[in-house]
Antibody
Framework: QVHLEQSGAEVLKPGASVTVSCKTS????????ISWVRQAPGHGLEWMGW????????VYADKLQGRLTLTADTSASTVYMELRSLRSDDTALYFC????????????WGQGTHVSVSS | DIEVTQSPSSLSASVGDRVTITCRAS??????VHWYQHKPGNAPKLLIY???HLQSGVPSRFRGDGSGTEFSLTIDNLQPEDFATYYC?????????FGGGTRVDI
């Protein structure tokens, strides 16, 4: 069955960078994209961006342009999310999700990774 | 950018009720709307994709309707496990956007 396993919780200081991994299994890796979504405490879901694993193309949310990089390692069936120059408002629960090809919905999700940014 | 306005932001209901949540897009988005159920600390769960297609394994009491700019999620015969927050999402054109969420509680 489809499974997405994310790396563990991170605690970082402002200005640092974080990389969260999303290891997939149970399906053909390069036939689907991977989206990233986060939820800050007390807030709703925020779309961050997505990567086409097939060709490496990426689309990022405007507010994260320049700080966010998504990459894929096809040999490991894993996608990485790097967020740089962290601020306190980046504190959130981060999710990766498989992106379906036809409509772009997210049908399978990782368990979430807590990222806490505090001085 | 396409803005997605979801209403209401919260509602109170009882087991057995029918509830309807609506989403309005600032531009026509064809049928590129999806609905998710989210419970605290868990990953969101896809309920409806392509405006009206029921995701595999989701109970038939969940129903999605609409096209263009107006969409709705209806839950018939509300069950205890349905108390959660629901989000619509548009994927018609980047940037992808979520509605603000609707919290359904007792």
């Amino acid at each position: 069955q489809v499974h997405l396993e994310q790396s563990g919780a991170e605690v970082l200081k402002p200005g640092a960078s974080v990389t969260v991994s999303c290891k997939t299994s149970g399906y053909t890796f390069n036939r689907y994209g991977i989206s990233w979504v986060r939820q800050a405490p007390g807030h709703g879901l925020e779309w961050m961006g997505w990567i086409s694993v097939y060709n490496g193309n990426t689309v990022y949310a405007d507010k994260l342009q320049g700080r966010l990089t998504l990459t894929a390692d096809t040999s490991a069936s894993t996608v990485y999310m790097e967020l740089r120059s962290l601020r306190s408002d980046d504190t959130a629960l981060y999710f990766c999700a498989r992106r379906e090809r036809r409509f772009g919905e997210s049908d399978s999700w990782g368990q979430g990774t807590h990222v806490s940014v505090s001085s | 950018d396409i803005e997605v306005t979801q209403s209401p932001s919260s509602l109170s209901a009882s087991v057995g009720d029918r509830v309807t949540i609506t989403c309005r897009a600032s531009h026509s988005i064809d049928s590129y709307v999806h609905w998710y159920q989210h419970k605290p600390g868990n990953a969101p769960k896809l309920l409806i994709y392509g405006a009206s297609h029921l995701q595999s394994g989701v109970p038939s009491r969940f129903r999605g309707d609409g096209s263009g700019t107006e969409f709705s999620l209806t839950i018939d015969n509300l069950q205890p496990e349905d108390f959660a927050t629901y989000y619509c999402q548009q994927t018609f054109r980047p940037p992808v956007s979520f509605g603000g969420g609707t919290r359904v509680d007792i």
